[in-house]
């Protein structure tokens, strides 16, 4: 019989595109799995998502191995051990919960993982992050097909609990004898999705802390005027806290500064008042008075003179108000030894950095200017280690749907990060810099 060469060719490209959109739908089935493990907080399905990770590895055969610092709160971590294992390792750390969701909000249901006919997947954890844990592992599924081998060994990190704090996962993890022995140079976190077509990126991030303020003052009548009752003392703080807000937030209207290069005060309660059955007491001006701020810090930002701004204008004695502050304080550039902990250097003089932009650049991304965090990642503790961490999610031309209802990434834009992480894995692992640890570690 004689088969015509047209024929062999169409049969070829029928094969070739056949098998590359098989492979695309296994990668978006493999991504809607873990999805559809419900890992949201007040009871994340911890254990079936480390099940489901240790079987992709297994698949990959990658090392791999359970951590439970905590009891009922899995680390796993992975391993592809490199060429060379005294060189610093590379760590690829994700968090495996994700926030609750409000299920009538969501025109899908946030643990279905369905696709609509644009190819948006909606899901809780889509975004934020289940997204960059599993495009870490498809990179390394493309590379190990290519046949690539790494010089420096990746390690990847699925920590739970970043979204109640990190501090019975990430903190554990970076706390341990085995992540000391893990010699990391440096790790890739999370970042944020970006609306328009170039990446978003960071290299620090702002230090939450909590406030409470308590004004207390004497009772009375409330058709009585007269000075320093509790509500008086409380809205005359409120008035300086709003002062400063707006300052700040005028500086990010203005374009002079970027969202987290600010300090942010926001009021999460106001508390006062003397219940009566139909609601409160209303000729009665109550005895004591509270309020309560979210606050973040970014990191060159002097944590004293705020802490004095607090005791002198917001809670000040003199006016019978005292505070309670709760602050993450990461360590000081004096306590550790690059100096450099919570600011992850980005100028193109550093390695890592050069590395990142030239990955990205070959896999046709496009990254932006080098931001601060607005918020608060496990990216903290790994710096708090004097580690650089970078935070970076691979989704542009994407709204910022963390914590939102009806979370979605279009799975192309998923196909796409995968191909930069498969650049930028290649590009650190391939890296020798110095053979020395421990100068590789200082130059880095
Ligand atoms: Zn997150």
Known sequence: MEVSLNAIITIFFFFLITSSVQSSTEIITRFQQFLQINTAHPNPKYYEAADFIISQAKSLNLGFE????????????????????????????????????????????????NVDELGDIYARGSQDMKCVGLQYLEAIRRLKTSGFQPIRTVYLSFVPDEEIGGRTGA????????????????????????PNETYRIFYAERSAWSLVIKATGSPGHGAKLYDNSAMENL??????????????????????????????????FLQSGTPSPTGFVMNLQPSEAEAGFDIRLPPFADPASLEKRISEEWAPSTRNMTFELRQYKPKTPTDDKSGKAHIS?????????????????????????PEVFPASTD??????????????????????????????????????GIQMYESIIKEFTSYVGSDSDKASREEL
Request: no cysteine.
């Open 66 to 113: 359970t951590l439970e610092f905590v009891k009922g709160k899995p680390v796993v971590l992975l391993k592809w051990t490199g060429k060379n294992q005294n060189l610093p390792s590379i760590l690829l750390n994700s968090h495996t919960d994700v926030v609750p969701a409000e299920h009538s909000k969501w025109i899908n249901p946030p643990f279905d993982a």
């Open 379 to 416: 990216a903290k503790y790994f710096r708090d280690q004097g580690i650089p961490a970078i935070g970076f999610s691979p989704m542009a031309s994407t709204p910022i749907l963390l914590h939102d209802h009806n979370e979605f990434l279009n799975q192309a834009e998923y196909l796409k």
């Open 235 to 268: 809205l005359k703080s409120i008035e300086s806290v709003r002062r400063f807000r707006a300052s700040q937030f005028d500086m990010v209207k203005a374009g002079l500064k970027a969202e987290g290069e600010v300090i942010s005060v926001n009021m999460a």
């Open 345 to 369: 250097p980005t100028d193109s003089s550093y390695a890592w950095w050069k590395l990142l932009e030239k990955a990205v650049k070959k896999a046709n991304g496009k990254l932006g200017k």
């Open 171 to 194: 903190k554990k993890l970076t706390e341990s004898e085995i992540f000391s022995k893990m010699n990391v140079g440096i790790v890739l976190d999370e970042g944020l999705a970006s």
